[in-house]
């Protein structure tokens, strides 16, 4: 005996939506930059970018001071945390509406290959966070010729 199953287009719906959320979870970023996600109440905003000599990553921490960020190398990453903290209502002043999220956030990216660890300098100003990954001479290609037995 068989057993008819009604049909529920938003049930469908809602199974295709799942699929593509977790699709897009992740920003798509240039080979040689897996990034390791660690739960937080927010994330900074990050673009990642190369040139001949180095590779840049550029982070976006409005209302953050640059004693309150760390940048660290550890086993083959790069990791960049710090934390936004909420403002304390004073007296006379009260929030109506709190949309942007504070707390501890942490980011992590693996070292390309050939990146000189010991060239790596960080630069707070404005609000935005650059990390400059300096590429050694490994990782620039060369002309070789194969003798051929």
């Known amino acids: 005996m068989t057993t008819l199953t009604r049909w529920n287009p938003i049930r469908e719906f809602e199974s ?3 699929r593509m959320n977790s699709l897009f979870a992740r920003p798509l970023l240039p080979a040689g930059f897996d990034e390791t996600l660690t739960p937080s109440e927010w994330m900074p905003l990050v673009d990642v970018e190369e040139s001949d000599k180095e590779y840049t ?3 976006e921490l409005p209302e953050l001071k640059k004693e309150d960020v760390k940048v660290q190398i550890e086993d083959g990453s790069i ?3 710090g934390e936004r903290k909420l403002a304390k209502e004073e007296q006379g002043h009260r929030f109506h509406r709190i949309e ?3 707390g ?3 980011r992590s990216f693996a070292l390309p290959e050939g990146t000189v660890r010991s060239g790596v300098k960080a630069e707070f100003k ?3 966070l650059r990390v400059h990954l300096p590429k050694g001479e490994a990782e620039k290609p ?3 010729e194969i003798s051929v037995a």
């Open 142 to 144: 060369k002309a070789m």
């Open 57 to 59: 990553i550029k982070a």
């Open 100 to 102: 942007r999220s504070y």
């Open 79 to 81: 990791r960049i945390c």
């Open 104 to 106: 501890a956030f942490e």
């Open 126 to 128: 404005d609000g935005l």
């Open 16 to 18: 295709m939506a799942n």
